[in-house]
Nanobody, 118 residues
Framework: QVQLVESGGGLVQAGGSLKLSCAASGRTFSTYHMGWFRQAPGKEREFVASITGSGGNTNYADSVKGRFTISRDNAKNTVYLQMNSLKPEDTAVYYC???????????WGQGTQVTVSS
């Protein structure tokens, strides 16, 4: 079992930055692929970014490439999402997720709200 707790969301003006964190329980954090997803009101949940267990490979949705950066600190059991040049369309609840297989996530956090004002 892995428990995930996101933090760092909030209200920011367009063009601003936020850094989300996701703290994971357990002693096998480095074996998990980690991902960030988001869901805006009235929309389907969508993929944002992912990172392999070692941190050596990352993947991003086209909509956030060049603006968002996913990283992890396995010593702290934490994955991060640095979000720069935020746009109103980035407004959503952001979730982190963990899985033993790439793009197959079994554990989810409760989400953190990000609101970008224009």
């Amino acid at each position: 079992q892995v428990q995930l707790v996101e933090s760092g969301g909030g209200l920011v003006q367009a063009g601003g930055s936020l850094k989300l964190s996701c703290a994971a329980s357990g002693r096998t954090f480095s074996t998990y692929h980690m991902g960030w997803f988001r869901q805006a009101p009235g929309k389907e949940r969508e993929f944002v970014a992912s990172i392999t267990g070692s941190g050596g490979n990352t993947n991003y949705a086209d909509s956030v490439k060049g603006r968002f950066t996913i990283s992890r600190d396995n010593a702290k059991n934490t994955v991060y999402l640095q979000m720069n040049s935020l746009k109103p369309e980035d407004t959503a609840v952001y979730y982190c997720a963990a899985g033993l297989i790439s793009h197959s996530y079994h554990y989810w956090g409760q989400g953190t709200q990000v609101t970008v004002s224009s």
